[in-house]
């Protein structure tokens, strides 16, 4: 019964395929394929920080655009893809557009047409509801492309689906709602004009290895963005960034409520950052003089913190050192404390354990450099 089934889903597959390719053509990869595509270089001496010395925007004509919304965007036209533009993550490495999902499957959805400029902000899974990615990706390709492209001449943004964070900070950007499309909706689009900007600062390999590649001027266009808007006066809080509200065990506490207690104890306010508004978060992080918690996403908002915030970061040993950059950068007293990972027993359990003194000591450390 179960080979049956797996034949089936085989068959299905492959009638799939072959409908589209019947529809929209096959996909064919062409080494150096360039095609028809005007591009436009900033100059601009505010963002020449970092590996790239300027950044390039492309216009494609008439051209599609068709993602997975996991880890693949093909940028094509007349039917092959443009490899210098696509995006291919493979296990989340960087590949050649040889290997991309259109190449094999060709553009298995069906395609709709817009009338106008396109602004392409997709990247796959890690510009999707991924709060730090969101910020240091997606937002810095909207002002890489405003630098060289009035705004207002963009008729949609095509971007994943957007989350309440994320329409916060596209709403302070002046950008509207109903000009963006969500790409998981519509996977396969053409359009007259489509504008690409690249990506910031990953150029190769895996994103957790380039992040230290991550420029100076997105930071400071971050502060200068959101700063002036925070509307709390100065505070001098303390706080414990909590992760057990997260749907996943990885990079959360086993000793999650023994470690809540002691810093309770200690004056630390307890914080879930999900569900808090953008601007509320720029203003806690920014009112914090000390900031401790598990690796994870709320940490991109040590970019508002003010210089000299005490960090205690806590991460799996292995984990790339993505909010070290950043502190360095915004010139925060940083610190991380590397622990070995556990399989968890049961879901949400977490999969890290902390010694409480192991803790308690490091924060001692921290305080005696103020």
Known sequence: MKVTKLILKKIYRIIVIKFFEILYGKIEFKNNFRGNIQKIYLKNNNFKKGKKKRYCVSILKNGRICTDSVEQVAYILDNKILSNLSYTQINGKLASSKRNF??????????????????????????DKNYFHWLFDILPKIIITRSLINLDRIDYFYMPELQK??????????????KTINSKKNKHIEATKIVIPEHPWYIKGTIFNEVNSIPGWIVIWLRKSFLKLKRKKNKSLKIFIDRSESEYSHC???????????????????????SLDFLKQVDLFNNAKFIIGPHGAAFANLVFCKPKTNIIEIKPKKQPNNYKKISILNDLNYA??????????YLNEGDMYINPKKL???INILDRKK
Request: hydrophobic share 35%.
């Open 165 to 178: 964070f994320q329409k916060r900070t596209l709403s302070l950007l002046g950008i509207k709602d109903f």
């Open 252 to 274: 959360k506490l086993i000793n999650n409520d023994e470690i809540k207690n002691i810093l309770s104890k200690k004056g630390f306010k307890i914080l879930q950052t999900g």
């Open 102 to 127: 259109v190449i094999k499957k060709g553009t298995p959805y069906f395609l709709k047409k817009y009338k106008g400029t396109v602004l392409s902000l997709v990247q796959g899974a890690s510009g």
């Open 336 to 345: 991380q404390i590397n622990l070995r990972i556990s399989r968890p027993k």
């Open 360 to 362: 308690l000591k490091v």
